[in-house]
């Protein structure tokens, strides 16, 4: 067994993770532990886990990605892996909630911006507080560079379902396909009615697979410049989830190349969270929670 005895159940916006401190590198999980650990039914329920740990301690890091996470200042690092057992390069909901853990655990200061290292570079976290309409323990994320593809070169698909949808691509340091659905291009159902239990069905085929995102304009309101969206998501290695925090920055990205408007509020079925763009950064806002401490047996 390579997990500690005890564990947190945590969330952000409603996407869950278990969690835990690994001070010492002792405790890399297997896939299988993580599976079941991930398990709803079987084991405590998430979608995706998440060690808490030193950068030298994560056994699949390459030499350029430690050195980079050194340089950025980061002293803790986010070893996120699927509910499925894979690796992710990152997890922006996951970001916030091992901030708020790191600073329960007395590793992360609570008034101070945290450098958190991830398999996608250094990444940033400034707590907020409370700020509405955001929620409780708000951060707000630098989640840096960004690269977006052609505007809608992929076929979206779910099976099971007419019509189909045009994406594009976005490199979060995870990968990530959007579908605005409910424009010019789109046949499939409104974003309410999408069934994301089925895994959508990409083309051409993305080799590294994806994570897809379903997104309506609801306003925009150019006084402020500011629109206001809707998104779900189906999370490569994991499935529908309540929220995905890279999903939301690929979203502002390509609601930004389509409308021109750089400040999104999306709402997704945890909550609502706020994306904010520009040319070389873009910045995740938005709430977490710790649930309990569960000791396993
Ligand atoms: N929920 C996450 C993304 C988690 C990783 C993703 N499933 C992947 O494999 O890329 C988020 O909040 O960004």
């Known amino acids: 067994m390579s997990l500690p005895q005890r564990v947190t159940k945590t969330h952000a916006t409603g996407n869950d993770f278990v969690v835990y401190l690994d001070k010492s590198g002792k405790f890399e999980p297997t896939a299988d532990e993580v599976r079941f650990l991930c398990d709803r039914h079987f084991g405590i329920g998430g979608d ?3 060690r808490l740990t030193r950068p030298d301690f994560v056994s699949d890091l390459s030499d350029d990605q430690l050195s980079d996470v050194l340089a950025g200042g980061a002293k803790w690092f986010m070893d996120y892996r699927n509910a499925d057992g894979s690796l992710a390069e990152m997890c922006g909901n996951g970001t916030r909630a091992i901030t708020l853990f790191a600073q329960r655990e007395g590793v992360a200061d609570s008034t101070e911006p945290f450098r958190l290292g991830t398999r996608a570079g250094v990444k940033i976290l400034t707590p907020r507080g409370n ?15 960004w690269k977006i593809g052609e505007t809608d070169a992929y076929e979206v698909t779910i099976p099971g379902t007419e019509g189909s949808a045009r994406g594009t691509f976005v490199d979060m340091g ?10 010019a291009f789109a046949s499939l159902p409104v974003v309410e009615s999408l069934d994301l239990v089925t895994k959508p069905v990409v083309a051409p085929v993305i080799e590294s697979d994806q994570n897809v995102e379903f997104v309506r304009v609801d306003d925009i309101d150019q006084s402020t410049g500011v629109g206001e969206a809707t998104m779900r998501v189906n999370e490569r290695g994991c499935g529908e989830t309540l929220s995905c925090g890279t999903g939301l920055c690929a979203t502002g990205i390509v609601l930004r190349a389509k409308t021109g408007i750089s400040h999104w509020d999306i709402t997704v079925r945890g909550g609502t969270l706020r994306v904010d763009v520009t040319d070389s950064d873009v910045k995740l806002t938005g709430a977490a929670t710790l649930v309990a401490d569960i000791d396993l047996l």
Do not use: K, S, T
């Open 48 to 50: 995706g886990l998440i």
């Open 131 to 145: 700020m509405r309409p955001y929620g409780a323990n708000v951060f707000q994320v630098e989640m840096g560079e």
């Open 174 to 183: 995870n990968p990530h396909v959007v579908a605005v659905i409910e424009d």
